[in-house]
């Protein structure tokens, strides 16, 4: 199964980082790489959303189940798209009051033998720009 490891040092706390990713909601209007996004169930430690994404010529859809863990991290589970299987987690480990290393994990398989290479190389390009625009400001203007 394809995995994909991201990590980037920012400049903000865990807690910051945090949020900023749990933020799902506002993901459109932020990010270029998702064109809409969708919280179907919420609780205290748990969130079921949907993502459309495109990068490129690459677009597709997902829709996991995440367990919250404040301000640590975000385990994602599949519940449907086009994969067999996905699990991603974000980790927010703080290296100082307001500085912490953000990582993201992927782990994939394609439901699609056809469409498994374009998927992994997708997904590559994705997690880059996912870390990359969650660290690079979190407090910049929404698009």
């Known amino acids: 199964m394809p995995t994909i490891r991201r990590s980037a040092l ?7 980082m945090f949020d900023l990713v749990n933020d799902v909601q506002a993901y459109p209007r932020r990010f270029r790489w998702c064109s809409a996004a969708q919280i179907l169930e919420q609780g205290e430690d748990r969130l079921v959303a949907r993502l459309d994404l495109g990068l490129g010529s690459f677009s597709t859809w997902f829709q996991t189940e995440n367990t919250l863990q404040r301000p640590h991290s975000i385990d994602m589970q599949l519940r449907d798209g086009p994969f067999k299987q996905l699990h991603g987690r974000w980790e927010f480990h703080a290296l100082a009051e307001d ?3 953000v990582t993201l994990t992927l782990e994939f398989e394609p439901s699609s ?7 992994a190389i997708g997904f590559q390009g994705l997690a880059d ?12 203007p929404e698009r």
């Open 129 to 140: 720009r996912m870390v990359n625009d969650s660290s690079a400001s979190p407090t910049r």
């Open 10 to 16: 920012v400049e903000h706390s865990s807690a910051r």
């Open 113 to 119: 033998r056809l469409l498994g290479p374009a998927l």
């Open 99 to 101: 500085a912490c290393k």
